[in-house]
């Protein structure tokens, strides 16, 4: 009945005693109420009311009482009255983009209850405590509410809850300890760790966590470090995109280049990710190198991100990610040299055999001004060796944006076959023979 002439329907819609699916989305004839002729359908289980320019949910919306699915999305809704805490045998319950400023503490009646969506109500401060009464909720979504200061502090009682998304709630900087011990929990997409926010050890017996794991990290001192340890990223195996963001407010600043670079290192190398991890971003590392596991243990990653590790002067070895189709290196300022080791080609060029990045497709150096030289491979240095040198390989476009390089090197124009794309080289001279 979407899009309908609505008040024919509406004046006859009491008589409808017996329905049990009622579909009014899209409807602007609504535009401000519910008709109360909806509220005497006693028997209705399913009610889609989204899109309807709804301000106001009615009180006797209490006599639903045989209602399992609720949709009152993408309405103008400030509130939401306690009677709707009579709806008990509700499972499905979606808010999503209204304009809420508080949830009824009567929304912990419904228990049974199995997903609830908040997402998009960006005045939401907080929610009841009465919220951990829904033992049976297994999705909760709260992504987009940017106001979202702190969870209940009760949430081990959501013993059922599988996915938690908390993604672009920016200030929820603290999230109960009771988290940790929801130990079925797959999807946590947002997590604020170190001194003054929560404890990363937390997430320690979060084995089960999939999909987008997003941790932003204030590093302190080395306590914060101890932190990330017990955190055991390594065994959430089912992780498949990880972004470690580290944050520099003033008053997390750690004193002192050389402790600073310590911490720095020991926090990234204690964050090691799982090892079928596909995508991988680091932004605003403090460290001047990378922990090992960043060459020998992202043997399946697809997409590597490096952004702002403005104390790297050189790349690691990266070139035997065998399965690596994407590499970003943006804003890195300090970036001055980038050598075969980056090829992963150590030692003499002669004793080395194999193929250098075999699948990367896109390589990407924006904002690296001081980058200068990136190390060449002498046609004279092959032919001393026994075996045929490939590079990249699969590579079909090369991004060099605000960067100090001058020349390409000769073995780029040589080994990558398959580039087509050259994206703004910024004055980086390209042989005329390719």
Request: with cysteine; proline share 4%; aromatic share 6%.
């Amino acid at each position: 009945m979407s899009r309908c002439k609505l008040k024919d329907v509406v004046r006859r819609m009491e008589k409808l005693i017996h329905l049990r699916y009622l579909d009014l989305s899209n409807n602007d004839e609504l535009t401000a109420q519910v008709p109360r002729t909806i509220c005497q359908l006693y028997n209705l289980q399913t009610l889609n009311l989204k899109w309807c320019g709804l301000k106001e949910i009615p009180r006797e919306i209490r006599n639903l009482i045989d209602l399992r699915h609720l949709d009152l999305s993408c309405n103008r809704l400030k509130e939401i009255p306690g009677e709707i805490g009579n709806l008990i045998q509700l499972r499905y319950l979606n808010l999503h983009y209204n304009q809420l400023i508080e949830i009824t503490t009567e929304i912990g009646n419904l228990v049974r209850l199995r997903c609830l969506d908040l997402s998009r109500n960006g005045d939401i401060k907080e929610l009841p405590e009465t919220i951990c009464n829904l033992c049976d909720l297994q999705t909760l979504h709260l992504s987009h509410c940017w106001h979202l200061s702190r969870l209940p502090e009760g949430i081990e009682r959501l013993v059922n809850l599988r996915h938690l998304d908390n993604s672009l709630c920016n200030v929820l900087y603290q999230i109960p300890q009771g988290i940790g011990k929801l130990t079925g929990l797959r999807t946590l997409r947002q997590f604020y760790g170190g001194r003054g926010w929560s404890n990363l050890g937390y997430l320690k017996e979060l084995d089960q966590l999939s999909g987008l794991v997003e941790l932003h990290i204030s590093l302190h001192d080395r306590d914060d470090m101890d932190e990330a340890r017990t955190a055991r990223l390594m065994n959430k195996i089912h992780i498949e995109e990880l972004k470690v963001f580290f944050v520099h407010e003033a008053k997390g600043r750690i004193q002192g280049e050389v402790l600073r670079n310590e911490v720095a290192l020991e926090a990234l190398a204690a964050l090691r990710p799982p090892p079928d991890l596909k995508r991988l971003t680091i932004f605003g590392y403090q460290g001047t190198r990378f922990p090992s596991w960043i060459s020998s243990c992202l043997n399946h990653v697809r997409r590597l991100d490096i952004r702002e590790c403005n104390y790297i002067s050189t790349l690691p070895c990266l070139g035997k990610l065998s399965e690596l189709e994407k590499l970003s290196v943006w804003g890195m300022d300090e970036l001055k040299f980038v050598g075969r080791e980056f090829l992963g080609i150590t030692g003499d060029i002669k004793s080395w055999s194999g193929i250098s990045f075999p699948m990367l497709k896109k390589l990407s150096f924006r904002g690296c001004p001081q980058w200068e030289e990136w190390e060449d491979i002498m046609v004279e240095e092959e032919e001393e060796g026994s075996t045929t040198v490939e590079i990249m390989p699969s590579l079909v476009e090369l991004e060099i944006t605000g960067c100090g390089l001058t020349v390409l090197p000769n073995w780029l124009l040589r080994k990558a076959s398959s580039l087509e794309i050259l994206t703004d080289m910024s004055g980086v001279p390209v042989s005329e023979d390719y």
